[in-house]
């Protein structure tokens, strides 16, 4: 009776897709289920390469008694560059997707530079080395 009833309301058209769906609903379900699984991976990878991107910056720019600023870092990653190598080799997978976007695209240097802006990495530098300063001179 469900049945007769949602098909009625579906139409002719929708009553042709909803027996395709359901002639094939595992087929279209693992393909749903494997593109969420590919774009979680993917955003994985983004942040393993955001973090791999900061520590590598962290480890040439550290100041262990001053705050830098967000300007003056990205001052400095315009003059001495930004080690994409190192987000590159943050993991195996070979592809990569931002926080909001639908779409995974292959990790490469140019990928990352879209997705990492110089004066993000700046910014993100600057609040995570703030805490750690704050922490140092209190630990004195």
């Known amino acids: 009776m469900v049945d007769v009833f949602v098909r009625s309301l579906l139409g002719p058209w929708g ?3 909803l027996d395709a769906y359901l002639a094939n609903s595992l087929w279209i379900n693992g393909l749903i289920l494997l593109y969420f699984a590919v774009l979680v991976i993917s955003r994985w990878n983004y942040r393993r390469a955001l973090t791999a991107i900061l520590v590598a910056i962290e480890d040439r720019y550290s100041q262990p008694n001053g705050r830098q600023t ?3 870092m990205k ?3 315009a003059q001495d560059g930004i080690p994409w190598e190192k987000g590159l080799q943050a993991g195996a997978w070979p592809l990569i997707a931002g926080p909001r ?3 995974p695209r292959p990790k ?3 990928a990352l530079q879209q997705l990492f802006p110089a004066d993000v990495l700046a910014a993100l530098y600057a609040e995570q080395v703030a805490p750690v300063a704050a922490r140092h001179k209190q630990a004195k």
């Open 15 to 17: 009553a042709r897709l």
């Open 101 to 103: 976007t639908l779409l």
């Open 75 to 77: 001052s400095r990653l």
């Open 108 to 110: 490469s240097a140019r």
């Open 70 to 72: 967000a300007r003056e």
